[in-house]
Structure formats: C-alpha cells, structure tokens
C-alpha cells in the first residue's frame, strides 16, 4: 500500500471517530434541534450536559405538546437517562422519546430512568416530548441527562473505505 493510501485511510477512520457525542454534542449540539410547541410549552435548558423541556400548562383545558427534535445525520444508536415531574395527577401530562414514532417514558411525578441502544437511521427524527391533555394544573418537566451517540460499525467502514477510494480516483 502506497504512503498517500495509508493517510487516506487513516483520515476516513479518523472523522469517523469523531461522530461519537457524548452529551448534546457534534451533530447533537443544541443548535441542531429544532422545537415546536402548539401553546406555551419552551425548552428551560439545553446545553452540552442537560435538556430540559417543559410541557404546556396554559389553562385552556386543550391537548398541547412540547417537541424538539433532530434529524438523524448517520445511522447508529442514542443513549440517554432521563426524569419526570409533574404537580398534574398521573394521566394528565406525559414524558416522551421519539425515534420516528413516540415512545412513552412517564406520567408520574418524581419517576426516572435510563433507555439504552435507541437504534437511528440516516434521516430518522430523534427528539423529546411533553404532552398534555388538559394544559392545567403545572407543566411535566422532561429532564434529560448523560445523552450519547454511537455511530453504527458499518458507518466507520463506510467512511474509511470513502477516504480509500477517494484516494485512488486520484
């Protein structure tokens, strides 16, 4: 293998790496997220270590929703801990993921956890929601914490051998 050819590959492996986020980093860095409410739901935090979205509570007695989200640059999988708190009795308001579809996380007060190996594709919607049925009574607060990406095995070839292959179209 030539010198030059050596180089190539080892560039293509080492932007690969660099796809890795631990935290609202990279591809993840907050400014990447795009946040949608339909009432007077807002993001209270969201930075390198923390998000935290809190929920519609505006009294209206209507359903209203909390989002954000980010388009899935490459294919790997999401990690991340997360909690709930609400005043709102259980049933009211809800925490969710969302990784092309919603995934239910909580409606109780004080509740936590972790949710692990989330797979993503290129494309795919990754995000956070609140959820309220009523918009009374105090906002659910998703907090999430410890975030991290992983790009898939395959993505890493993929770049590498692109570095290899464009070296030799030279």
Excluded: C
């Amino acid at each position: 293998m030539k010198k030059t050819t050596v180089l190539a590959l080892i560039a293509g492996v080492a932007l690969a790496s660099t796809a890795s986020a631990s935290g609202f980093t990279g591809d993840y860095a907050p400014a990447n997220w795009t946040f949608q409410t339909n009432q007077n739901g807002f993001v209270a935090q969201h930075d390198a270590s923390t998000l935290v979205l809190v929920g519609p509570d505006n009294g209206s007695f209507a359903f209203g929703f909390s989002d954000i989200f980010v388009v899935v640059p490459q294919s790997g999988s999401i990690s991340f801990d997360w909690s709930y708190t609400s005043n709102d009795d259980p049933g009211f308001d809800a925490g969710f993921y969302i990784a092309n579809s919603f995934f239910f996380l909580s409606d109780t007060d004080g509740q936590s956890g972790s949710v692990s190996g989330v797979t993503v594709n290129v494309g795919d919607f990754f995000g956070f929601s609140v959820e309220t049925i009523d918009s009374v009574f105090g906002p659910g607060v998703l907090t999430i914490t410890n975030f991290s990406y992983v790009p898939a095995p395959g993505s890493l070839a993929i770049l590498g051998l692109a570095g290899l292959a464009a070296r030799r179209r030279r």
